[in-house]
Structures are given as C-alpha cells and as structure tokens.
C-alpha cells in the first residue's frame, strides 16, 4: 500500500512538471523536413506565424504569413504551412535534408509567441509517433515508473 501511494505521488509529480515541448523537428519518410509549433494560437483570429533557422549568426526566414516579411529566395515554393489541430501550425520544407547545416537552431513565432530548438543534424529524428515521443527524456521516465509500478506490485 505504501509502495503503491509513493509510485502514484512521484508519477503525479513527474505529469505535472513535465511541459510539452512547444517546437519539434523531425524528418518525415520522403526526407521532407517537418517542424511542428504548439504554441498556442488566438481563436477565432487569424494568427501570424513565421519559421526560421539560424546557424552561427546568420538567421533565415523559411516561411511566414506576416505582411511585408518575406522568406528567403531559396526557400520560396520549397515549403508548406498548415494548421494543427488543437493549435499551432506545422511547416514542411522540401529538398534541404542534405543541405542542413550541422547545428541548426529552429524557431518559429506564433502572433509574437516564439520557440527555439536547437538540432544536430545527424540527431534529427523520424516523424513517427513513437520516435517524437521517445525523444522526450520525460516520456521515458514516466515509462519506467509504469513498468516498475507493473512489475512489482
């Protein structure tokens, strides 16, 4: 019974102080580059978003809905934007998997709310449901305490 309350105290502990992740960066099957941003989005409004990268100092607009912002010229028709559901707006860039720099620090803005990543290249990781999951070293622990309530109770 003891057992029992500590294991449920410590994973309450750990769901309550884990927060989403608010930018994701996978590759998806046809290397397509994808970058998720949940950031919360106004309703019923519709909300401004821009997705960049930077490397070293230099800093490249990918995609924006912003008037008189503009991407890059090398970006232009080589990307995607869509909403997500329940918020935020995911971006797909076309043809640069095996042009990224090494070290990429993404961003992306939503109506002046912004998140950053940073990424190796060879770290980015596929855009399967288990992959972005396992990439979280919450989720893992969260695993753990389950397989350990599970095996000894």
């Not at 970058?35 to 990268?53: G, M, Q």
């Not at 010229?73 to 990224?100: I, W």
């Amino acid at each position: 019974m003891l057992k029992s309350l500590f294991v449920y105290g410590v994973l309450g502990v750990l769901l309550i102080s884990v927060k989403s992740e608010l930018i994701t960066v996978c590759v998806e099957d046809d290397d397509d580059l994808r970058v998720d941003c949940k950031v919360a989005s106004t309703p019923n409004k519709i909300n401004s978003y821009e997705f960049s990268w930077s490397s070293g100092n230099k800093q490249a607009l990918i995609n924006t809905n912003v008037s008189g912002s503009a991407a890059e010229a090398k970006f232009k028709g080589k990307s995607d934007v869509e909403e997500l559901d329940p918020h935020g707006y995911r971006m797909t860039l076309r043809g640069f998997r095996d042009s990224l720099p090494h070290n990429t620090t993404y961003l992306c803005k939503i109506s002046g709310v912004d998140a950053k990543i940073t990424v190796e290249r060879d770290q980015l990781v596929p855009c399967s449901a288990v992959s972005v999951f396992l990439k979280s070293s919450c989720s893992w622990m969260v695993c753990l305490l389950l397989f350990f309530y599970h095996t000894h109770s």
